[in-house]
């Protein structure tokens, strides 16, 4: 799975179904629809399949940053990924 970098508001939460599962790729047009100055915080989002979220919702990048640390991500790879603002999952090389 790659993911990228949303920009969200700071009390975003993701669509959900009756289930109380997420809406794959319900974000996209909420989003959307919003002011630039509304979405304030960041949440990384899988973005293989149409999205979901991946982490919680960050006030700042660094947090976003502090967290994919604390969650096992290896420096180079949170530094391409705020520079990038996505990431692939994995290369293969042929």
């Known amino acids: 799975m790659g993911v990228e970098i949303v920009r969200v508001p700071s009390d975003w939460q993701h669509p959900v179904d009756e289930d109380g599962e997420y809406e794959v790729g319900a974000h996209h047009q909420p989003l959307y629809d919003m002011e630039d100055s ?19 919702v960050f006030a700042t990048r660094e947090a976003l940053a502090e967290w994919l640390a604390q969650n096992g991500w290896a420096a180079e790879a949170i530094d391409f990924l705020l520079v990038n603002g996505h990431a692939p999952s994995r290369v293969t090389r042929l």
């Open 38 to 56: 509304s979405k304030t915080a960041f949440q990384l989002y899988e973005n293989v399949s149409e999205g979901s979220p991946v982490s919680p």
